[in-house]
């Protein structure tokens, strides 16, 4: 073996080994940013338990308060120079003030809530997501110029948060006219552009449905069932035909269909 | 008559007394076909990426509302020979859940439990948007956001919002608008987080990157370093080759001189094989030496055949055989003794 076939195998390795060691590099090193939650998350604790318990820490909270503020600052002392031990300490002192979060909730409150449970509640974040909704519809209308209007949307928008802001009127049925507005605008959104995508399906569904006729040979071939392989040649005309008609939906439909009996046909085979 | 057991392979390194020696780097050459494992090789490092990328997300955005519901944005390479795209979501809780292609075109999703089923048709990538309420949970003041993620991702926290706790290392984190923005690793992700009415945000000072330049530029240095090792020792082991091909290149005429021709031998040796005559007559055209190789090559015989009728030479006092380069030499001699 020559000298030059090893080293073509060794940069083809290295080069391997190279890019995931960059990633692990990346992905572990920041320190700065480490003192920075870490300091933060300190003040928010101790402010908690001043809050709380004024000057009468339980044990096991001070114990644990102690642990993660010496972790705070061992980690400061630790950097730059030992970045191991950075880490270390940050994961120490962030699991310590994890831990006296959770005690101080349980000994507050016995109940967990998910978010489902408290977004009702809280129209301004739901008007921020919708907004966000109604931004990324917006820039597809765009894109594809339907000329969809999204003045009313704009409007009901305006009046939710003025009503959510002022504490006047009724903003959840302001929410739920927008949500209604938003759904006919996606619709239509989805109706004008359908002309392009349709062209796109169609040369898609066409290329497969020619792969799927190979696939059909074969299996008959192999032993699959005379009838299954007519059904699956009749869904094929059926298509051709849909697509000829434009009716693209429908197509989209029976394609599928036609999946389905293909894998089932191809089980059979094996 | 001598009859001699040989293994078929690797006979080479049978010595006398039938014990068989088997050298390590020749398990390797025999075994390895080189251009198979360059190939191979060349298949992996082609195959990582594409295996890595189709399917999975090239980008993963979060963003937590005040409220804990959280809007994802996440960029996937789909299969674009494929009818459908099968996503699993973060939760069963979704809202205003957008799919568009490379083309910006809505695609159909059909959504079942915590998965949704995205009617692809040739696209290649695709931009799935949705907001869900299964991320964050609240118990009294602290939120928890939790997160088993598939790859790498940003995670912008609510304004006014205090980190109190984290389950593992950020990758990154910056100020944006009085938010904290994390990117964080793939994997298990749990951060307790409080909101607070104190002025909590303290700028975030100039972040040293220079530690993870360092070992980037490090790994970097070190990695051509290596190769420019590599390539040294290259070059120096074809120089000695060189070397030593242009020292055998002079001694040659003075060995030419001192090699019998094969008239002689074939007369000091009158019971040698016709066939074997041609291979004397071959090694003797060639200055008088060969590598076993190049007698395959020539006489286009398989390599057991022609290590038998080298063997027979080296018996017949004919040849002898030397190591060179891991492969057999095999040189006329200069002294034949007549056969009795």
Known sequence: MNTLTFFVIFVLVFGILFTSLINDVYAQNNPDILIHIATQADKQIQNQLNEIFNNSIPVEIKLLYDKGHLSVKSLKNSLPDDVEKSKKDFLTAMKSFKQISKIISKSTSTTKITTSEISEIDFSSQLDRLEKYIKTLKTISKKHDTSVDFTKVYDLFKDARNQVNNGVGNPSETIDQLKYHIISIEEKIRNSSSHGLSDRIKQFVNKQVNSIEEKLEKALESGATKTQIDKAHKLIEEIRDLISKNQISDAKIVFHELNKLLRNIELSVD | MNLEIVPISRKEFLKEYGILFVRNNCIFYTMVKVSLLIASV???????????????????????????????????????????????????????????????????????????????????????????????????????????????????????????????????????????????????????????????????????????????????????????????????????????????????????????????????????????????????????????????????????????????????????????????????????????
Do not use: C
């Open chain 2, 42 to 340: 060349i298949i992996v490092a082609v195959m990582i990426p594409i295996h890595s990328s189709l399917g999975s997300s090239r980008t993963l955005d979060l963003i937590v509302y005040p409220d804990g519901s959280t809007h994802i944005s996440t960029q996937i390479d789909v299969d674009p020979l494929a009818n459908n795209y099968e996503l699993e979501l973060f939760g069963s809780t979704i809202d205003n859940l957008v799919v568009v292609d490379e083309n910006e075109f809505l695609l159909d999703v059909d959504i079942l439990d915590d998965s949704a089923l995205i009617t692809t048709f040739g696209s290649s990538i695709i931009f799935v948007d949705y907001d869900i309420h299964d991320l964050v949970s609240k118990q009294n003041r602290v939120w928890t956001f939790s997160l088993n993620s598939p790859s790498d991702f940003t995670l912008l926290l609510p304004k006014n919002s205090a980190i109190v706790g984290m389950t593992n290392l950020p990758i990154d984190m910056q100020l944006i608008n009085e938010q904290n923005l994390l990117t964080l690793s793939s994997g298990e992700t749990e951060i307790d987080y409080i909101f607070s009415t104190n002025n909590i945000f303290t700028p975030l000072e100039q972040t040293d990157t220079t530690l993870n330049f360092d070992y980037f530029l490090y790994l970097l240095i070190g990695g051509i370093v290596i190769i420019i090792i590599i390539i040294i020792l290259i070059t120096k082991t074809k120089r000695k080759s060189v070397k030593s091909i242009s020292e055998t290149k002079i001694i040659d005429p003075i060995q030419k001189n001192e090699i019998i021709d094969t008239e002689t031998i074939f007369k000091l040796k009158p019971n040698i094989r016709e066939d074997d005559k041609e291979i004397v007559k071959f090694i003797s055209s060639k200055g008088g030496q060969v590598f076993e190789s190049e007698l395959r090559k020539k006489f286009l015989q398989p390599r057991t055949t022609m290590w038998r009728a080298v063997k027979r030479l080296e018996r017949n006092g004919i040849i002898e055989i030397e190591k060179k380069d891991l492969q057999n030499l095999v040189k006329l001699r200069k002294n034949i003794e007549e056969e009795e």
